[in-house]
């Protein structure tokens, strides 16, 4: 693991240093707390071992700092000291240090006060992904009751629009008839003398509500009804089966149906910035899968890729709108699905966090940083699949999900 040294003295740097090595670890070492805070803050260590004596910025401060600025991860800290008085311990401990040292070290000590943070940090992660689970089963859940329900309600309105506008449409054509008949009638008795002044008031009135017209755009009208009706259908259909409780077991699925179900629910994400190009190929084998968490994967993708492209259209007003392609492919024995975006690209320092949980370059309320950490668990560890990505910065970001056609059973925990 990453240890960082904050240790102003060269002799007693280089001896530390030495010993984590040789513990088989990555030290980063500081001459002074300024850089050590520049490290931490990159996230470059979990567990640091700060001098309490250094320039700049002293080991107490340091450890202050630490805990209140908000890091995306837990540091662990041991404090060093030159002197075990129980006053200095406490200022220590009491500053957010979690253990501390006296020197000269005892490799011994070292290595079982490493240990210790390491114990300490394991639970941390522990906790964080149970944490991220749940808050992921919760928000499933009630995104799930929420749209049944809503589905549900708009399922009722829809149909008697549905039987309404095709009552219309055909009881039109019914009245265009007769209208038809009117008009041979009235070329039939015109040259009757009595009934002229009659004529011209029909005539009249015809001319004002421009007939004409209303016949011609009548079932225009009526038949763009149907099709609005139709669409509304399928996105309930969509949403449904998005949603559907009974879907969170393992059973062949159809990915390029999941692919449109979830395009189409969460169009109004991305309409604004980008346009999708479908690449689904025809045949694709049944992948065993679960459909419910793997739509939620392919909507964690496509949120992400609208995001990657809003930011760099917000950057730049003249950029121009955004693509987001999505391919699907039958390999040898997986199936391939390629979400691509030409967004921002992810810059090679966040790259080996994105899948973290809470890890987030997004502000408050645009993204809770579970999105990639959700999704990785759902396709590696419940599908037994891959999940990986390829990005260059200021061109875009592909993710890669692998689904093999024939799982190996999940691991036993
Ligand atoms: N397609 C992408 N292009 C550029 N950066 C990305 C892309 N996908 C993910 N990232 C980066 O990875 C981070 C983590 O992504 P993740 O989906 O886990 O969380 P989030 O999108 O920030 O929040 P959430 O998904 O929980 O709403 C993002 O904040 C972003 O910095
Ligand atoms: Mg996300």
């Known amino acids: 693991m990453n240890i960082l040294i904050a240790e102003d003295d060269f002799v007693a740097r280089r001896i530390l240093h030495k010993m984590l090595e040789k513990l088989g670890h990555q030290v980063i070492s500081c001459e002074n707390g300024l850089k050590a805070w520049e490290a931490i803050r990159n996230n470059e260590a979990r567990l640091a071992i700060l001098d309490w004596m250094m320039p700049k910025i002293d080991g107490l401060t340091l450890c202050r700092k630490i805990r209140e600025e908000k890091l995306p991860e837990y540091v662990y800290v041991i404090l060093l000291t030159s002197n075990d008085q129980k ?16 020197k000269p070290y005892d490799p011994y000590e070292l290595k079982a006060r490493i240990r210790s943070g390491q114990r300490v940090l394991k639970l941390e992660d522990d ?6 689970q749940l808050l992921h089963s919760e928000k499933l859940a009630s995104l799930g009751t929420l749209s049944a329900g809503i589905a549900h309600e708009i399922n009722t309105p829809m149909q008697y629009l549905q039987y309404n506008t095709l009552f219309l449409q ?13 008009g041979s009638l009235e070329s039939r008795i015109a040259g009757i003398g009595a009934v002229q002044p009659l004529f011209r008031e029909v005539r009249d009135i015809e001319n004002e509500i421009d007939l004409a017209y209303i016949l011609e755009e009548i079932p225009r009208a009526v038949r763009e009804s149907i099709e609005g009706v139709a669409h509304v259908t399928e996105i309930v259909r969509s949403m ?14 159809n990915i390029n149906e999941a692919v449109s179900n979830t395009i189409r629910v969460t169009q109004n994400q991305w309409t604004r910035v980008a346009d999708i190009r479908l690449d689904l190929e025809p045949d694709l084998p049944l992948v065993p899968c679960i459909q419910g968490e793997f739509n939620q994967v392919v909507l964690n993708l496509i949120v992400n890729a609208a995001h990657a492209i809003e930011e760099r259209i ?8 955004g693509i987001i392609s999505i391919v699907t492919r039958r390999m040898e024995n997986h199936v391939e699905v390629r979400v691509q975006d030409n967004g921002t690209g992810i810059p090679d320092m966040i790259r080996p966090k994105i899948f973290d949980p809470f890890f987030t370059t997004k502000e408050v309320g645009r993204g809770t940083g579970q999105g990639l950490a959700i999704s990785r668990s759902v396709i590696v560890d419940r599908l037994g699949g891959r999940l990986t990505f390829d990005s260059r910065v200021g061109e875009g970001t592909t993710f890669i999900v692998r689904l093999p056609l024939d799982p190996a059973p999940p691991p036993v925990r």
């Not at 006053?87 to 006296?102: C, H, K, Q, W």
């Not at 906790?127 to 991220?132: D, E, G, Q, Y």
């Not at 055909?170 to 009117?182: D, H, Q, R, T, W």
């Open 170 to 182: 055909e009881s039109f054509a019914g009245i265009v008839n007769l209208l038809k008949a009117y």
């Open 87 to 102: 006053s200095d311990i406490v200022e220590g401990l009491n500053a957010g240090a979690d253990d501390y040292m006296t």
């Open 127 to 132: 906790l964080k992904s149970t944490t991220s």
């Open 240 to 253: 449904r089966e998005f949603t559907h409780p009974g879907n969170r077991q393992i059973a062949p699925m």
């Open 314 to 321: 917000d950057k730049d007003p003249d950029a121009e709108r």
